[in-house]
């Protein structure tokens, strides 16, 4: 299965990207996010607990289902103030 990973913010700015596009056997966004990481080096910001994410421009959690050209992206929580 093939996805487009969005990046935003300070994960943009640590992988020095904000889009890839990523194959792999994936069942749930989580599965994007674990076989990022395991590349090692800087996607290791991406194992952060309280990282947000979204499918197709929808927020949802990272046991959201995927199918075959779904756009993902993960960005850190927002504050206000």
Do not use: I
């Amino acid at each position: 299965m093939k996805v487009k990973v969005l990046y935003f913010a300070r994960y943009r700015e640590r992988l020095g990207m904000d889009t890839e596009r990523v194959e792999g056997s994936f069942q749930v966004l989580d599965d994007v996010r674990q076989a990022l990481v395991a590349k090692g080096g800087e996607y290791a910001v991406l194992a952060e607990q309280n990282l947000m994410c979204a499918r197709n421009e929808e927020l949802c959690r990272l046991d959201e289902p995927l199918e075959e050209g779904d756009e993902v992206a993960f960005f850190p929580p927002v504050t206000g103030g």
